[in-house]
């Protein structure tokens, strides 16, 4: 990985020496014409920024001819992506701002594949800033999302979350982190998502179909990570965060520092979690039809703790930047004994300690190295991103009585997963309104199993694709996207025989879990977007897609009791690629303080892969094999329908005061069984409302109050052998002030979640099987400082 970084260097030694100079502008009031003085100029292309002076000039020293996307925001006003060409850039460019009181048209889209901002996109999309994240430390990074209206999470008990958007989840979402593909065992729904809480400085939630880009499992859409932003000055900075949680005594810390120096810019964080057995507002739980205890209404064996920590080095030059980064994320959390099949006296009762993690638990390491580089070339660009990720998870368990163990006698499964990922784009800037896109992408993964328990065999799994995307203006009022992709993809797959012993613990006979599968996949897709905005209000998006996933190694191969999921999965090597038709609309109308995005959307799939409940247990395919009998769940293929709706709504009737409404609604129907598809999020509706004070020039300087509510309704609508949930309502608060320390200003924020100590299910979480209800109330308390020195 070493050498892609010298190898970005070298490149620049081979390109066309271009001319250079200065890039001068303004910032300005589009009403008064007035300067805005500390408004934020950022190149994207080259990752430099500054801010205007006190009449709102700003000045790029020697910069290279070239097209370059520059985005201009300031508080208070909306926001504005430019494409500067290289002929513009001896210019004097004044870009005029238009003042509005909502947060997030102060925001502009930054991440690799989109440079212009949100109203040029024909897919819906939602960015959450610093601030945002700050404000919603949820224990997880992706429980801090699941406010957003079609985002949702699946649950296992409190430190393991993965994400859902329009009803689909697993391998359906793509999780980008510094551009690269996040791969551990997302398969699972006991798998979190391995991403440290306190890393991301930016996110940007692309909701609908977007294998065009993103490749396969792009079916329900793509959460991209951004990290914050290098300082664009020499010196150093950094931060120091702490959050403290009621409900499991949860104590987190991050610190980061980075900086610049010259041409060269670095970043290091190192962030820890430590959490003890979490409360729920419940006295027992339902095992099978059996009522078990839970003591002073605590979940044994529920803590965890949790070590990060990433590093990151680079340079940037006026032919573009090169980063590298290190990144590991450690954690290991306890299972509740009664949510992985084992519930007795002994596992269940309280030993003194809601700290330590005992039998059973899971182990999670996953190591990344990461490469991003921006070159550029001519007057345009060429993004690389290489990545290497190793990820490792471990199911420590206790043999089942009468099972043989060859081996360690604790280490139930050992799942070891390596990724080497490719994407590579060029930028072809044709024309002042015509962009093209040209990507490859490339993926090659090993698999290797281990521990006294099968789940998964062995497998080679490689991926190649490539595409092209166009994007055409007209009169600043109308945008059109279009692409076309073509994919191969192969799955290798090691059988997997399982000894059989007598008495004497000798091999009487082996039992075939799985054959062994050596397949190959050939897919294309295509998109067609437009995005029109004849008025500062008004947005209208279309975007029609085709989408596909190409079944994974689990589906196909699978065969065993997942204690995770508590259940008996089984694969199906026949398995097909999965397809879908793929229709989003956008409505937005916005004006200085009031915003409404409606957001219907309409989907069609073929041969969709879903796990589906059997009348089938354990011991009725081999009782030798088996040292336990659960209910068989089978990975099926049918034609299924989704359709829905999202609905938001901002509204600011004095600067002060904010209010706003989140609601969403799925429905989908399984052609062939005529019936819904299991874990469909039910309807809901969150709304929150906040009053921010400033208080001049004191010790605090300012002030924020905010309520929220969220009403979640029934959901009956559940395939055969799903449980229905009860809907529910649950309250919040939140408090926020900014601290001046002299040196430094402190963000410190309080908040409560279920305040009214309700008890309720949620349809997604596992532990709804067990009538396990969600937390009871919890109290969390941040603490942001920021450091730095010029």
Known sequence: MKYVFWLALGLTFTQTVWAQGDFRGRVVDAKSGEGLPGATVQIHELEVGMITDVDGN???????????????????????????????????????????SLELSELVVESNYYKTGPKEQTLS??????????????????????????????????????????????????????GIKQEGQQWGGDHGLEIDMFAPGRVE??????????????LGGVINILPPPIPQ????????????????????????????????????RFSTQDFGDY????????????????????????????????????????????????????????????????????????????????????????????????????????????????????????????QVVIGDDDLALRLALQTFTLNGRY???????????????GQYQINRKGGFEHLIPDFNSSALGAYIYEEHSWYDQLTLTGGLRLDYANRNIDSYRQPIYDTNQDVDRYYERNAAIDKSFLNYSASLGVSYYPTMQFNAKLNVGTSYKVPTATEMSINGIHHGTFRHEIGDENLSSERGIQTDVSLSYLRSNFSLVVTPYVSYFLDYIYLAPSA??????????????????????????????????????????????????????????????????PPSLYSDIDYEWFLGQHILSSMSFGLNAKWVFDQKRVDRNERSTEGYFIMGANLGTTISLGFTEANLFVSANNLLDQEYWNHLSRYRLLNLPEQGRNFTVSLHVPIGSK
Do not use: C
């Open 427 to 441: 930028f072809l800037h044709k024309r002042p309104n015509h962009s093209r896109i040209f990507g490859v992408q």
């Open 125 to 178: 999309m939602e960015i959450l800033d610093t601030e945002y994240l700050l404000k919603n430390r949820e224990g997880s990074f992706v429980n801090s999302l699941e406010n957003l209206p079609g985002v949702s999470t699946i649950n296992t008990g409190v430190g393991i979350a993965k994400p859902v958007i329009r009803g689909m989840s697993f391998n359906r979402v793509i999780v980008n982190d510094h």
């Open 58 to 100: 700003f000045a790029f020293a020697q910069v290279r001819r070239a097209n370059y996307h520059v985005h201009f925001s300031y508080v208070g006003y909306k926001a504005v992506s430019l494409l500067v060409r290289a002929d513009e850039l001896p210019k004097l460019l004044v870009v005029k701002l238009e003042e509005t």
């Open 616 to 681: 089938l247990f354990s011991n009725n395919l081999d009782p030798d094999a088996f040292y336990e009998s659960t209910q068989v769940y089978q990975y099926k293929q049918h034609d299924t329908f989704f359709a829905g709706t999202e609905l938001a709504v901002e509204y600011h009737p004095i600067d002060a005061l904010h209010w706003k409404l989140a609601a969403e609604y799925i429905y989908n129907y399984n052609l062939d069984t005529y019936l819904p598809l299991p874990l469909t999020p």
């Open 279 to 402: 409360r729920v507002p419940a006295e027992s739980f339902n095992y099978n039809g059996t009522i078990y205890p839970i003591y002073d209404e605590h979940l044994k064996n529920t803590a965890g703790r949790e070590r990060d920590f990433s590093l990151m080095t680079g340079v940037k030059k006026s032919w573009g930047y090169s980063t590298l980064t290190i990144s590991n994320f450690n954690q290991e959390v306890g299972l509740f004994a009664g949510a992985v099949g084992i519930p007795n006296a002994a596992l269940l009762e309280p030993d003194g300690d809601r700290r330590d993690r005992d039998k059973p638990r899971q182990e999670t390491n996953h190591f990344k190295v990461i490469s991003n580089t921006n070159v550029l070339l001519g007057q345009n660009w060429l993004e690389l991103d290489l990545g290497y990720q190793y990820n490792l998870r471990k199911e420590i368990s206790n043999p089942h009585t009468g």
């Open 205 to 218: 939630v692309i909701k609908g179909p977007s294998s065009l880009m993103y490749g396969s499992d792009g």
């Open 233 to 268: 000055e020499e010196g150093v900075e950094g931060a120091f965060q702490m959050i403290y949680k009621t409900n499991n005594h949860l104590v987190g810390t991050s610190t980061n520092v980075k900086g610049k120096h010259r041409d060269w810019v670095y970043g290091l």
